[in-house]
């Protein structure tokens, strides 16, 4: 699964936020790092999101990307 991510350096390294997943946001000293680390956040927040829906009628649908 791919996501868009916004890297921007900062005074301490790179931030790195997901706006596809609200409040989805790392940091890193160096821009690897911080892609690392948003991986991290990303997995993290998708775990939570199940675990929140679990026992509920979720279904998955599919968007043709542009």
Not at 24 to 29: A, D, H, K, P, R
Not at 38 to 50: M, N, Q, T
Request: proline letters at 3%; hydrophobic letters at 40%.
């Amino acid at each position: 699964m791919a996501y868009r991510v916004v890297l921007q350096k900062s005074d301490g390294g790179f931030s790195v936020s997901c706006p596809g997943l609200p409040g989805c946001w790392s940091q890193g000293s160096t821009e690897t790092e911080a892609l690392e680390n948003i991986r991290v956040a990303i997995r993290e927040y998708l775990d939570a999101v199940e675990e929140l829906t679990r026992g509920q009628d979720v279904r998955l649908v599919e968007v043709a990307a542009s």
